[in-house]
């Protein structure tokens, strides 16, 4: 599938330009655990560090409005 016709399907009951109610999950990954921290940092003041299952890659969660 192309990002075109991604970006055109509909996700948690509404179309990309509606107002969704429901809350949903997004990942995003970085390729570097310090460009997943300013990730977060810049999108989030309140997030927490997390490890799984590798102890070496940090995973960081927020809430927000996407």
Known sequence: MFINEIS?????QG???EQVNTPCSIMMVA???SIA???TEA???NFDKKTGLSKGIP?????GKF
């Open 31 to 33: 390729e570097k655990p």
């Open 37 to 39: 921290l300013s990730i």
């Open 8 to 12: 055109n399907l509909k996700y948690a």
């Open 43 to 45: 999108l989030s003041n």
């Open 59 to 63: 995973i960081y969660t927020f809430n």
């Open 15 to 17: 179309n990309r330009t």
